[in-house]
């Protein structure tokens, strides 16, 4: 069965350049995200280990730990680790998983045969700090992640979890949300004494307070 938004992430144990991983223990109180690249050496994914890098005040600021993975070993790893910081500006700060013998990969079904059957696509899981599965993504190998979408994404998710709200198209940190269509009127009035904006019945746009 695939993975699905909602699930326990699936718990696992392996090798990383930051030593053996506990995956559940690792993330803690946390929230994580998960990604595989391709291949080590390779040009896009030395650009996108670069951007995780240079986000760390980002991903700190949310409470989100990073973890990539590919089928490479920990030396060639720790090897690339020169040629990111070098080419990119960036070294790498977070652990990467040693996913030799495949099995997070195909845990995470990672792998995409018609694709390539011998490497990870881009695949990202967004985790919560109850190890739930918040987001999933599924890039091909050929187009490199934006990783301020993500970080775009993960700011709605736990936006969410505090408010009764959902995030409209497009929508950016300090804009406008909608107000749950399960949050009745009354209710709403009590939630936000600012007022909101009613388009539609079930489409009502508040300014949250800070």
């Not at 091909?140 to 409209?168: H, M």
Request: proline residues 8%; glycine residues 6%.
């Amino acid at each position: 069965m695939s993975l699905q938004l909602g699930q326990i992430a699936p718990d696992f144990e392996q090798k990383s350049t930051d030593g053996p991983i506990s995956f559940h223990k690792w993330i803690g109180n946390s929230w994580a995200i998960l990604f595989s690249h391709p291949k080590d050496f390779t040009p896009v994914c030395t650009t996108e280990l670069g951007e995780v890098a240079r986000l760390k005040p980002e991903w700190d600021k949310r409470g989100v730990k990073p973890i990539g993975l590919s089928v490479d070993s920990v030396e060639s790893h720790k090897g690339w680790d020169k040629d990111i910081a070098e080419t990119q500006g960036h070294a790498l700060n977070f652990p990467m998983l040693a996913d030799a013998d495949k099995k997070v990969s195909t845990l995470y079904e990672m792998i995409h045969p018609e694709a390539d059957p011998t490497v990870t696509v881009r695949a990202v899981y967004v985790i919560d700090a109850a190890k739930k599965i918040r987001l999933i993504l599924t890039y091909p190998p050929s187009a490199g992640r934006n990783f301020a979408e993500i970080l775009r994404a993960i700011d709605a998710l736990q936006l969410v979890d505090k408010e009764k709200v959902s995030t409209p198209v497009n929508w950016q940190p300090g804009q406008p949300v909608v107000i749950s269509p399960s949050v009745s009127n009354e209710d709403a009035k009590k939630r936000y004494p600012q007022g909101w904006k009613e388009l539609k019945p079930y489409l009502r746009m508040v300014q949250l307070q800070k």
